[in-house]
């Protein structure tokens, strides 16, 4: 932890609620980025984190931008800096919503273009900053404000969408792992074309858990297998430590499911359904990894 | 230099010799030549830019938002549901103070599918604080292309600028065209509120009630100046090269009795008719209105006037009409004309002028019985 440095970019007295994981993954990312970077931010629960008019919580420059257009503000900006030869890292910090749904047209377009940026989605599964409604990033069986039975189909992939597109570098992180996800931007950074990083981020007040419990539910989604951290470099697949284990040796699925009241009255045969999703999940990375896929 | 070319290779000629760093680039019929023509200029070297070929319209504004910004001049062009599809950003743009030039070739909306000529895309965004000029010849499709980022980049200014040119009747037919070297007629790029990493901003974050009223009222202040920049930028153009332009395009308007007021390439057309009915010893004049955002002042008193508008609010009547209607006090006599490309020549216009029926509104063509 020496290593990240004490300069603050994310400064106090957010607007985020008690036990945020994506403003704290916000933090870690800027102290890997450093001054030299703008964040470009669609609509999402840090539109409002940043603070309002005319404060800011933050350090570096932040463009906001409306909901499906992220990857497009940033593609723009991206090549602008390299007509006037300027490094400045161009970085989205968008939610899930305006990654996996809305804005998936414009990131797969950046993708494709080779843009030169980090597209960066912190995924707290639904669309928080309207209170909670089911995005194509709820898992199966959460309940939402528009899914109060449990979401009967699973959490879209969009990982495997982004892998499609073969950028250069793409990881998963997890708020519970700063140091990984502070090494993860720095690498990310250090490549040109575009890089990707999907962040889960616990969010206390929508999945129904304690505030104190934050880095918990994010220790508990990698250490049952539901959330696995790695890396792709050049499509070369790396699983990272924390997951190393889990892949080993799942913790029992209850341990996630149970810690929550968005999965409260959950029905059996969903947890069987969402207990096969998660060993057909680790069995394809344990395959790819032995170089049999 | 002399040469000719399309109303479209115009526009592009025109963004090549305005040196932009960032084109976002989408194809949509009649605009597309816009974007090949520039490709080639960049492929070949004669404009050195960053091409952004994008996804989508809605990208394509976004993209030379993100640019803009950054610091450098952007262009764009797209038309009918292109426009429509960008529609949120084309309001961002405006609202974020930055002066991206964009060309719209005026097309109908579907259904059904037409793509020829009408103004319903550009009038439906007529209130997101773009200023928008239509456009008339090849010639005036070069020069407004050239006069808008110099118009827009102005920070008594500083909002974008949509140069509007009829589907197919301008895109697409040649006329003669004399390109000019800008020179410092248009400066450096310089936009006062670029991302500085050296002095970091929020921009556009959550804004209180009064902050937001505030920056409304900004854009309207900025919007009533640029009545004085484009007159200044249009008079600096004529003495530079020669060609003159201002808010409406006037032909044999001094001692008119009755005045038509059209857009775009009906504007033109109606100098013709004017033409055919002062040979019959009609006082006839025309006045092709350049800018629609400002809507200019027009000296219209005393005169019958006939507006023809290619485009309609649905249970108001022509936008252009209305126009005129609130700003003069005038009883206009509406033609509703040329809508999907419907063909109206100068003897249909003349016919509409020697038909006049003031405070009455026509459909062209259509009668009331089908």
């Known amino acids: 932890m020496s290593a990240i440095p004490k300069e603050e970019y994310l400064l106090k007295c957010t607007s985020a609620c008690a036990g945020c994981s994506s403003s704290l993954c916000l933090r870690y990312v800027l102290k890997a980025a450093g001054p030299d970077s703008v964040l470009v931010v669609p609509a999402c629960c840090t539109s409002v984190i940043q603070g309002i008019y005319p404060g800011t919580a933050m350090n570096v420059p932040v463009y906001n931008i409306a909901f499906a257009a992220a990857a497009a503000c940033a593609s723009g900006m991206s090549n602008a800096f390299e007509t006037l030869g300027k490094e400045t890292n161009v970085i989205v910090y968008a939610g899930d919503g305006g990654t996996v749904d809305i804005g998936i047209q414009a990131l797969s377009g950046a993708l494709e273009r080779g843009t030169n940026f980090l597209y960066i989605c912190y995924d707290n599964e639904a669309y928080g900053n309207t209170g909670m409604q089911r995005s194509g990033?709820?898992?199966?069986?959460?309940?939402?404000?528009?899914?109060?039975?449990?979401?009967p189909t699973a959490k879209k992939d969009l990982d495997r969408i982004v892998e499609a597109h073969n950028p250069p570098y793409m990881a998963t992180a997890c708020s519970a792992y700063p140091l990984d996800l502070y090494k993860k931007v720095k690498k990310a950074l250090s490549i040109p074309g575009p890089k990707f990083i999907h962040i889960l981020a616990p969010c206390p007040p929508g999945w129904r858990y304690p505030t104190e419990k934050t880095v918990e539910i994010g220790k508990l989604a990698v250490r049952t297998g539901t959330w696995v951290l790695y890396e792709r470099e050049y499509g070369k697949l790396a699983i990272s430590g924390p997951s190393k284990a889990a892949m080993r040796r799942p913790a029992p699925l209850e341990d996630?499911?149970?810690?929550?009241?968005?999965?409260?009255?959950?029905?059996?045969?969903?947890?069987?359904?969402?207990?096969?999703?998660?060993e057909q999940n680790l069995q394809r990375f344990a395959r790819e990894e032995a170089g049999v896929c | 230099m002399l040469t000719i070319a399309t109303g479209n290779k115009a526009v592009?000629?025109?963004?090549?010799?305005?040196?932009?760093?960032?084109?976002?680039?989408?194809?949509?019929t009649p605009q597309t030549e816009i974007v090949e023509q520039i490709a080639e200029f960049v492929t070949a070297g004669d404009l050195v830019s960053q091409y952004i070929p994008v996804e989508s319209e809605h990208s394509a504004m976004t993209a030379c938002i993100g640019a803009s910004v950054a610091g450098v001049r952007t262009f764009t062009a797209t038309s009918s549901h292109g426009l429509l599809y960008m529609h949120e950003m084309v309001h961002w743009a405006a609202g974020a103070r930055l002066p991206i030039v964009m060309?719209?070739?005026?097309?109908?909306?579907?259904?059904?599918?037409?793509?020829?000529?009408?103004?319903?895309?550009?009038?439906?965004?007529r209130d997101t604080g773009w200023l928008q000029v239509f456009v008339g010849t090849v010639q005036e499709a070069y020069d407004a292309t050239l006069m808008a980022f110099k118009i827009a980049e102005d920070e008594r200014v500083l909002l974008p600028v949509m140069v509007n040119l009829d589907g197919f009747s301008l895109s697409h037919i040649m006329q003669s065209l004399e390109t000019v070297d800008p020179g410092d007629f248009l400066p450096e790029y310089h936009l006062p509120h670029a991302i500085d990493t050296e002095n970091p901003c929020g921009y556009g974050p959550m804004t209180g009630l009064n902050d937001?009223?505030?920056?409304?009222?900004?854009?309207e202040r900025s919007t009533r100046d640029s009545v004085?920049?484009?007159?200044?930028?249009?008079?600096?153009?004529?003495?530079?090269?020669?060609?003159?332009?201002?808010?409406?395009?006037?032909y044999r308007c001094e001692d008119a009795d009755v005045i038509v007021i059209a857009m775009g390439t009906l504007g033109k057309e109606a100098e013709v008719a004017i033409d055919l009915l002062r040979s019959e010893g009609v006082k006839a004049g025309s006045m092709r209105l350049r800018w629609f955002r400002p809507f200019p002042d027009l000296d219209l008193a005393g005169r019958d006037v006939v507006v023809i508008d290619r485009g309609y609010s649905f249970g108001f009547g022509g936008v252009i009409a209305n126009s005129v209607r609130a700003k003069t006090g005038i009883e206009p006599y509406s033609v509703i004309a040329g809508l999907g490309g419907q063909e109206v020549t100068y003897n249909d216009i003349a016919d509409f002028v020697r038909d006049r029926r003031p405070g009455e509104e026509m459909w062209f063509g259509v009668s009331e019985d089908v």
């Open chain 2, 228 to 250: 004085g920049v484009i007159a200044e930028v249009e008079r600096e153009f004529a003495e530079r090269f020669g060609r003159s332009y201002g808010p409406t395009e006037e």
């Open chain 2, 212 to 219: 937001y009223f505030r920056f409304r009222w900004d854009i």
């Open chain 2, 12 to 28: 592009a000629t025109a963004v090549r010799d305005a040196k932009p760093g960032v084109v976002a680039a989408y194809p949509i």
């Open chain 1, 256 to 278: 996630y499911i149970g810690a929550q009241g968005r999965f409260k009255n959950i029905k059996p045969e969903v947890i069987e359904e969402m207990r096969q999703g998660v």
């Open chain 1, 137 to 151: 990033s709820t898992p199966l069986g959460a309940r939402t404000t528009t899914t109060p039975d449990g979401k």
């Open chain 2, 103 to 125: 060309a719209n070739v005026n097309r109908a909306l579907g259904p059904g599918w037409n793509t020829w000529a009408e103004h319903t895309d550009a009038f439906s965004q």
